[in-house]
């Protein structure tokens, strides 16, 4: 695949001109997104919508080379974590992710032949666009899930977190649909050594948990995955209030317990 994001300084009709470097024949696919959402998208092919805070919008590459948009609204130091999964079951499936501010630059990339993902401190307030498209020309669905990691934000309708973490007290949550992306918080001081420990309860060898924390402010700071569980250990340096961002590596969907020990 090839492409290319243009911004452009005057209105008029352009040309994009296709050819093949290496005096081969054959067919391919040319494709087209607006990343502002104001547009209107073709019939043939709608976008994903609007992420909003714990929701989880699914989408299709119906075509070799289609792409797929979504957009979110926030305001400036926001931190989100974007996230993307595969439903296809194929492993030829790979799914690439890109982040565009309004000015058409683009600030975050991923992919991954199962999941992908990027979280994301944003400076300035605005709408975002999270392109989605397949790199090995390959179709099929995939879902795209957003949390913000302030849980002062009010969760999407469709989904619930698992709240705050008292030391020692297992809560529990679902993965509720592939690609979703639990929270759980706790409030540590300085210097407090914790361990997290994230424990599947579906019995399914095929669910695998994946647990990473993030600071204060908002900073990646640990994290682990395993077959049936997931645990790390970590000294929190700052005063405050942490996240646990829980999810599920393995494209699959079940319950699980979460607790942070002090």
């Not at 104001?38 to 070799?64: K, M, R, W, Y």
């Not at 949550?173 to 979703?180: A, R």
Request: glycine letters at 12%; a negative charge.
């Amino acid at each position: 695949t090839t492409s290319f994001t243009v911004t452009f300084t005057n209105a008029g009709t352009y040309m994009v001109r296709c050819y093949e470097t290496d005096t081969t024949t054959g067919n391919y696919s040319l494709s087209a997104i607006w990343e502002d959402g104001g547009h209107a998208f073709s019939a043939s092919d709608p976008c994903l919508g609007t992420l909003e805070n714990g929701s989880t919008l699914v989408g299709n590459i119906d075509q070799a080379g289609d792409m797929d948009g979504a957009w979110l609204t926030v305001e400036a130091g926001d931190v989100v974590c974007i996230r993307g999964a595969d439903r296809t079951g194929s492993s030829s499936f790979v799914l690439a992710m890109d982040m565009f501010n309004e000015n058409g630059v683009s600030i975050a990339s991923s992919s991954g032949d199962v999941t992908a993902g990027f979280t994301v401190t944003f400076t300035n307030a605005g709408t975002y666009l999270v392109r989605c498209y397949e790199t090995d020309v390959t179709t099929g669905g995939f879902s795209l899930s957003a949390l913000w990691l302030d849980d002062g934000h009010a969760l999407s309708a469709s989904d619930t977190n698992v709240g705050g973490l008292t030391n020692g007290v297992a809560r529990s949550g679902s993965i509720g649909q592939v690609g979703d992306v639990d929270a759980a918080y706790f409030s540590a001081t300085n210097n407090q050594a914790v361990t997290v420990l994230m424990t599947d309860t579906t019995g399914s060898s095929s669910f695998v948990a994946l647990a990473n924390l993030y600071g204060p402010d908002g900073k990646y700071i640990i994290g682990a995955s395993g077959n049936t569980s997931a645990q790390f250990s970590t000294v929190c340096t700052n005063a405050g209030q942490y996240t646990i961002l829980l999810m599920e590596t393995d494209v699959t969907t079940g319950g699980y317990t979460v607790k942070v020990t002090y």
